[in-house]
C-alpha cells in the first residue's frame, strides 16, 4: 500500500531547478557553491527525490558546460535557456515548457532557484500533503509567516505563464490569482535562505554548520533589560498619509515627547554604550536626543544605525495620501484591509511578515555580539511589536499592547 501511494506521488509532482543566471552578485556561479559536501543544485536535488519526486528539470543557461558533469551524474534532465539575458522569468518558462513535454502527467511542478540550497525534504514533503488538497492552487511554505521557497505551481496555469508576455514576470501571474495561492506553514527555516550575495552565503554555511537551528531569542535575551523606543511624532501632512520606509523627520512635539522619555528612562539607570536606532530620519532623531540627555548620567554612548528596524516598506504605496491609494488601487486597498499581516503591494513592498524576520534578524546579531546587561533600541511602531512579541515567544500576529509615539516599554527576561 505504501509503495503504491509513494510511486502515485512521484508521477503526480516535477521539480524544476533555476540554475540559468550571472550569479552575478555572488561573483561565483551559484549552483556548484558546496554546502557541506555536495554542491548547491546538488543539495537541492537530494532534497527532491528524499520528498519522493524523481522528475526533475535544471534550467541551465549562463556556464551551462560546467553543470553538464552533475546532471549526467544525477540523471536529472536539463532545460536549456538560450534567452537566459532575458531575466528569469525567461527560465520559468523555459522549464515549464521543459517539463510539459516530458512528464504530461504531472499536476503540478516545485520550482525553486539553485540558490536557495536548503530547502528540505521535510517542506517539500509538508506541501505535498496539502496539496492533494488544494490541487489548483498555488502553494508556498511559510516559516513564522514569511514566504520562502518552493513555490508549487499547478499544471492548469502551464500554458498561461508560458504565453505571457507582460511585465511582472510570474509574480504578475500569481497576483491575478491571488485568491488561489496557499500558503503552508512550515518549521524548516532554510527554505527562506538564499545565497544571492556573499553575505548570504555566509549565512547559509553558519546556519549549515549550526544543524540548521537559530539561537533562540529568549536564550540571548535572559538575564537582559531591553528598552524598546518609538519615535516621536513625526511632521504632519495636509491628509492622511501611508507612511512606512517614507522618510519624514520629527515635529516639534516629537521631539518634546522623546526629552520626557528620556526624563522617564533615566530612572531607570540604564546602562548602555551604544543606542541601536532605524536609519530613518524619524527614529535617529529621536536616539540622537536620547543620546544628549542620557549621556550626562552614563557618560559617552554611540549611536549604532541598523537598518533591519526600518519600518514596513510599502513599495509604491510608501508616502502616498490614503485617498490617492483607496481610489486608484480599490481592490488592493481592501485587501490589505482584510489580511493586513500578510498583504503586500509590487516587488519591492513587505508585509509584516518579512518585517518581522529581518527585525527579529537584527536583534538576535546585536545580542549576539553586544552582551551588555540593558540593550536600548529606537524603532518603529511595527518593528516595536514584532520585537516585543517575539521576545515574549509570540509572532507579529499575536495581540500586542500599543506603544504610543515618544513612549517606550522595557522588556525583562
Known amino acids: 500500500m505504501k509503495k503504491a501511494q509513494k510511486e502515485k506521488r512521484q508521477s503526480s509532482f516535477a521539480a524544476i531547478i533555476l540554475a540559468a543566471g550571472y550569479s552575478s552578485r555572488m561573483k561565483s556561479f551559484k549552483p556548484l557553491l558546496p554546502i557541506g559536501e555536495l554542491t548547491a543544485v546538488e543539495r537541492l536535488m537530494s532534497s527532491v527525490r528524499a520528498a519522493g519526486i524523481d522528475d526533475i528539470i535544471v534550467v541551465t543557461g549562463y556556464s551551462r558546460e560546467r553543470l553538464q558533469p552533475v546532471l549526467n551524474m544525477s540523471g536529472a534532465e536539463e ?25 504530461p502527467s504531472a499536476s503540478g511542478y516545485f520550482l525553486m532557484p539553485a540558490d536557495c540550497p536548503l530547502i528540505d525534504s521535510d517542506v517539500i514533503a509538508t506541501m505535498s500533503a496539502q496539496i492533494e488538497k488544494h ?4 502553494c508556498v511554505p511559510t516559516f513564522e509567516g514569511k514566504k520562502g521557497h518552493p513555490l508549487f505551481i499547478p499544471h492548469i496555469y502551464s500554458d498561461e505563464i508560458c504565453r505571457y508576455e507582460g511585465s511582472g514576470g510570474l509574480k504578475a501571474i500569481t497576483d491575478k490569482y491571488w485568491d488561489k495561492m496557499t500558503r503552508i506553514p512550515v518549521r524548516q527555516e532554510g527554505c527562506l535562505l538564499d545565497m544571492d550575495t556573499p553575505a548570504g552565503y555566509h549565512d547559509i554555511l553558519s546556519f549549515w554548520n549550526n544543524g540548521c537551528k537559530r539561537e533562540e531569542l529568549r536564550d540571548l535575551a535572559q538575564g537582559r533589560r531591553i528598552f524598546l523606543i518609538r519615535h516621536g511624532e513625526t511632521r504632519q501632512h495636509c491628509e492622511k498619509m501611508l507612511i512606512g520606509q517614507y522618510d519624514v523627520p520629527l515635529s516639534r512635539e516629537g521631539r518634546r515627547q522623546i526629552v520626557e522619555s528620556a526624563s522617564d528612562l533615566l530612572l531607570y539607570h540604564p546602562q548602555v554604550e551604544a543606542i541601536y536606532s532605524s536609519d530613518l530620519k524619524r527614529a535617529e532623531e529621536s536616539a540622537e536626543i536620547l543620546r544628549h540627555y542620557l549621556s550626562q548620567e552614563t557618560g559617552h554612548i554611540r549611536i549604532v544605525k541598523e537598518k533591519g528596524f526600518r519600518e514596513i516598506s510599502l513599495g509604491d504605496w510608501d508616502g502616498q495620501p490614503v485617498s490617492r491609494i483607496r481610489e486608484q488601487y480599490p481592490d488592493e486597498y481592501r485587501r490589505r484591509g482584510e489580511d493586513i499581516f500578510s498583504f503586500k503591494i509590487g516587488n519591492t513592498a513587505e508585509n509584516f511578515y518579512d518585517m518581522q524576520y529581518r527585525a527579529v534578524s537584527a536583534l538576535r546579531e546585536i545580542m549576539k555580539k553586544d552582551t551588555s546587561g540593558d540593550l536600548m533600541i529606537v524603532a518603529h511602531s511595527g518593528v516595536i511589536r514584532a520585537l516585543e512579541n517575539n521576545l515574549k515567544g509570540m509572532r507579529v500576529d499575536d495581540m500586542w499592547e500599543h506603544v504610543p509615539k515618544g513612549r517606550f516599554t522595557l522588556i525583562k527576561i
Open 135 to 138: 490541487h489548483d492552487f498555488f
Open 79 to 103: 532545460a536549456y535557456n538560450e534567452r537566459y539575458d532575458s531575466g528569469m522569468f525567461s527560465s520559468v518558462q523555459k522549464g515549464i515548457k521543459r517539463a510539459d513535454e516530458l512528464f
